[in-house]
Each structure stands twice: as structure tokens, then as C-alpha cells.
């Protein structure tokens, strides 16, 4: 069952009456291309197996001096008549908050696990300074994103959050096949993506994701050359 429909489609397509790979990676979004979402297609019991978020799942993360917390709450967030979950994201430093977030995930039907929003705060001195990048689908001309598709395959393109000029962030499947060594351990048949944003061409990210873990190493490619890795994984 198709969750999203994109609204600019190919009349070739419809009328072709059966579905090639060209139209199944046409269903996921790009850009600022509208999407119509049914909440009766969608769950919160994301079972995705390139990232699990059960709840009371923890993931503890080293970005140099930062530690990057990600707990997976029992608590959800209506958006646009869907039931998303709620992921708290909280980055320290000397034991500092840093940047506090709430993150809003959904999966369709297809096992895409959607990304409908974040609530995020930036901290210095113990104050809040910024709250830039928040976004909800549905406001504003926010537009929702896919974060982990159902069934990646390499060369898909998708956009991962949309909100013009201030969350564009899109990603590109590179490898089903990669591995990857962090401290928690090293994993193999690993999913790997480019992720960029057309605000800024100048940042470039890989992403690597273990089944039945989730994310477990980002290398940040440019400006800088930073490595977030897996410290600790907890399941729920």
C-alpha cells in the first residue's frame, strides 16, 4: 500500500499497471514535493531493522568532547492525525546540555519510517539560545521526511525534513554492504547514506546503520572531518 503520495506523478506510470523500481523510489519525497499522509497507514511501533526504536531504547554516542544521548520515550505527539513517537536527543559537554531536542518518528506501512518534526533547544551557560530547526509537519509549510526507508536500495534519493530555507536535509543510499567499527563493536551487511542539504552544499555526512541497532557512526566529510560513534546500545 502506498503511504505517501506525491502529488506530481507520471501519467506513464499510472497507466503502466505495474510498479518499477523507478516508481517506487518516486513514492518517497524530494524537495519540496507535497505529500498526503493517512494516519490510519501509519504506527507507532517503528520495527524498521536499520533502526529498531522500541521504547527505552538508548543509544550513547562520542562526537569529540560531546556525548550525544538518544532514549526512545513511551510518550507520543499527534501531527497532522498521526501518532508519532517521541525521541529525546540531548547533547552534553562537561556534563553541560548543549542542544536538547525532541524528535517526532512515524512508520507506514512499507516500513519507511518517517520524521514529522523536532521541538529543539541550543544551550549556552545553561540558557537557552536558539531554538532553530524546530519544525512540525503541517506548519508553516513544513513538510515531513523519510528518515530510514522500508527498503533501501543503493541510489535511492529521499528528502529526510522539509521547511523552506530552514530544514532541507535530503540523503542518498550508498552501500547495503559497508561495515563499520565504533566502540560498542564493529558490524557488518551495514546501510550507508550520503546526507547534504541544498542550504548548504558545502556539508556532507555519511551515516552508517546496523541492523537490529540503528545508527552506530556518522563521519562528517566536510567542513570538518568529526566522527560521532557508538559508545552504548541499550534495547527496550
Known amino acids: ?49 536499520y533502526w529498531p526504536m522500541k521504547p527505552g531504547t538508548e543509544w550513547v554516542y562520542r562526537e569529540g568532547p560531546q556525548r550525544v544521548e538518544i532514549t526512545v520515550t513511551g ?48 544551550y549556552e551557560n545553561g540558557k ?14 513544513a513538510q515531513a521526511g523519510i528518515v530510514v526507508p522500508g527498503e533501501p536500495r543503493v541510489g535511492m534519493e529521499y528528502r529526510q525534513e522539509y521547511l523552506k530555507g530552514e530544514a532541507e536535509d535530503a540523503a542518498e543510499v550508498l552501500s547495503l554492504d559497508e561495515r563499520a567499527a565504533v566502540p560498542y563493536r564493529s558490524f557488518a551487511k551495514v546501510l550507508m547514506t550520503k546526507d547534504f542539504t541544498p542550504l548548504d552544499p558545502k556539508i556532507l555526512e555519511h551515516k552508517f546503520y546496523a541492523r537490529g541497532v540503528g545508527p552506530v557512526l556518522v563521519l562528517e566529510l566536510s567542513p570538518g572531518a568529526g566522527r560521532e560513534e557508538l559508545l552504548t546500545w541499550t534495547s527496550g
Not at 19 to 32: C, I, K, N, V, W
Not at 130 to 136: A, P, Q, V
Open 128 to 141: 537557552v539560545v536558539s531554538t532553530e530547526g524546530s519544525w512540525e509537519a503541517g506548519i508553516d509549510g
Open 75 to 122: 510518550k507520543t505527539k499527534q501531527i497532522e492525525g498521526i501518532q508519532a513517537r517521541v525521541v529525546h536527543d540531548l547533547v552534553t559537554e562537561n556534563g553541560e546540555p548543549v542542544e536538547d531536542t525532541f524528535d517526532w518518528y512515524a512508520q507506514d506501512n512499507d516500513g519507511n519510517i518517517w520524521y514529522l518534526g523536532e521541538d529543539t533547544k541550543e
Open 1 to 49: 500500500m502506498r503511504t505517501a503520495v506525491v502529488l506530481i506523478l507520471s501519467i506513464a506510470a499510472i497507466t503502466a499497471g505495474c510498479a518499477s523500481d523507478d516508481e517506487d523510489e518516486a513514492s518517497l519525497p524530494t524537495g519540496s514535493e507535497t505529500v498526503q499522509l493517512d494516519a490510519a497507514d501509519f504506527t507507532t511501533e517503528i520495527d524498521n531493522p
